[in-house]
């Protein structure tokens, strides 16, 4: 089985390449859909569940180049419970358009990522209930609205209740990390190449704002400290509205791909696609430290027979 392609378009032709300068490396907007049901986390849980975790012959390093960079990554390759905190933008700015389905029904952006972060809450505890999830509101400021739990039902409660917001004029992400660095406590490990840590922190932005370019209003020391633990990881999904020279969306994208100072980072972004926004969700199942980098991931939906 393969996903079907929305109307709309082929998602397999670019619209926009947006050119990452600080990795050098070039990022094309609609590229191939990527689908969901990673087995090589799911095996690798059921296997340290069995054989009681990963020994030192197990940590891996692992090197890949960027251009003229070269990204490296002293970690066991392992999958220990991750502890993802899900960032929601709530903020509904004017003129924004709505996901048309193919029965012809029509959802707000906000109502789509909530549905399409459900799938990913229930599928992630599928894969491994030691995982845990906590819940960020992006608005004037950020918000930690839910601590930390391994009940997914407690989040999708919590985002039943969130609803659209007037868009502010500005997105400080200087504030969004300062809240995340008070309330996670990184694993400290003595060989961090050998010694598996107890869990990693993942933080998932969705972003869904075309015209206010996220900003580090208060200086990047913070995010910069987080950033180059090898137990914190960032993945970004941005949901635009269709790219013009009336809307700021190439910027941003270009803005939130710079994010990605260690190479590792996913920053994916889809317009008005209902099931690219899904098979970008499903891209977020895979454990940050078992998947590849961004630009060697295709990965296809198959049939059981």
Known sequence: MTPTTPSGGDPRQPSITCTNQLLNKNITWGSTAVS????????MAAEERSSGGSSPSEALEVTEQFGSVTVERHVPRINCPEHIILVVDVCREDGNTSYKLADGSKFSSLYMVKRAITL???NKHAIDSRHKFALVVLHESPIWLHDFTNNPREIMSELD???DAVATSRCDLSLLFDLIARQISLPQC?????APPPCVFRTIVFYGRS???????????????????PHFFLDVLYMHEAPSDENKCEGIFDLLCGLDESGWSYVLEVSRNATKLHNHCGSLLAHPLQRPTQK?????LNGVD
Not at 190 to 194: F, K, L, T
């Open 120 to 122: 990913f809450l229930q």
């Open 296 to 300: 060697d991931v295709h990965y296809t």
């Open 36 to 43: 969901s049901l990673f087995q090589t986390d799911i095996g």
């Open 190 to 194: 003595s060989n961090p190449a050998v």
């Open 211 to 229: 015209q206010c370019l996220p900003q580090f209003l208060g200086g990047k020391a913070v995010f910069t400290h987080l950033i180059q633990s």
């Open 161 to 163: 209740e969130l609803e």
